[in-house]
């Protein structure tokens, strides 16, 4: 396959992705927008229940459509057809919670936030936020675990992180661009963080589709950056991959102190 079909790919998949992330978020923030009994044990456990379902129906099609777009890069590969992979039951993504006990989470910090004198509106935006962060993510390990059981599915044992500028309006994160300069084992799952719109690009037989991809968006945004320091800030970033108990590896920037389950205060129940 050479680079400009592989590219051609990779486009039809992140235009697909973007529908079904622009359903999934539309349809979640209709559902937290406006909802007001974040004191009522049944009506946020219904609600959960509803994101819930519009989630996991998002990541049915995210599975589905990731398996496809590996199916033909690999095949153009290697010059036959192959076949699909068992999709990844999303239900099973967050590791020791349910998506409805993840969900249910979004009461925990209203209350937490009206006990420390927040304005309930502000309170309610976080709400929302969060949601829609928590959607996104949730999305994105759909595709990270479909991807690593497709590969793994198919033999390949290397991947390249390729990035996406073209879905990074305010810019690709730095750790990302970092990240996408480095080669994969199929056996170690994606590492991402809140927001990440990596896409991953199989190694097969020495052909490395990814690595003239994302050397060519890597150019166009070091000349990009301007001026010298910019351009050094960008070669120089750095990153650590940490491992979430629920999420799974992450990408997070040295520099920054992220907390951790004893360090964030129990929420209201």
Request: aromatic share 6%; net charge neutral.
């Amino acid at each position: 396959m050479d680079n400009a079909r592989a590219s051609a790919v990779l486009d039809a998949y992140t235009a697909s992705e973007q529908l079904i992330a622009e359903r999934v978020e539309t349809a979640v923030l209709e559902r937290v927008t406006g909802f007001g009994d974040w004191y009522n044990h049944d009506a946020v456990t219904a609600l959960a229940t509803q994101l819930t379902a519009l989630v996991e129906s998002g990541q049915r099609n995210e599975t589905a459509l990731t398996d496809a777009y590996l199916q033909r890069i690999i095949a153009e590969t290697i010059g036959t057809e192959v076949g699909s992979t068992a999709l990844v039951d999303p239900a099973t993504l967050r590791q020791g919670t349910t998506h409805v006990g993840a969900y249910t989470r979004l009461a925990n910090q209203y209350r937490w936030q009206i006990s420390l004198g927040i304005a309930a509106s502000a309170a309610a935006s976080a709400a929302v936020n969060r949601a829609r962060t928590m959607a996104k993510t949730d999305l994105r390990m759909a595709a990270r675990a479909q991807a690593q059981k497709t590969l793994s599915n198919k033999g390949v044992k290397l991947y390249r992180r390729v990035i996406r500028p073209e879905l990074s309006p305010k810019g690709v994160c730095g750790i990302c661009l970092a990240a996408s300069d480095r080669i994969y084992f199929v056996g170690d799952l994606l590492p991402i963080h809140n927001g990440c719109k990596c896409a991953v690009m199989p190694i097969i037989n020495g052909k490395d589709p990814g690595r003239f991809l994302t050397r060519g968006d890597l150019d166009r945004l070091y000349a990009d950056a301007g001026d010298s320091t910019e351009r050094w800030a960008l070669f120089n970033q750095r990153y650590e991959i940490t491992e979430h108990g629920e999420i799974g590896p992450m990408l997070v920037d040295p520099k920054h102190h992220f907390r951790g389950p004893d360090e964030v205060p129990m929420a209201l129940e």
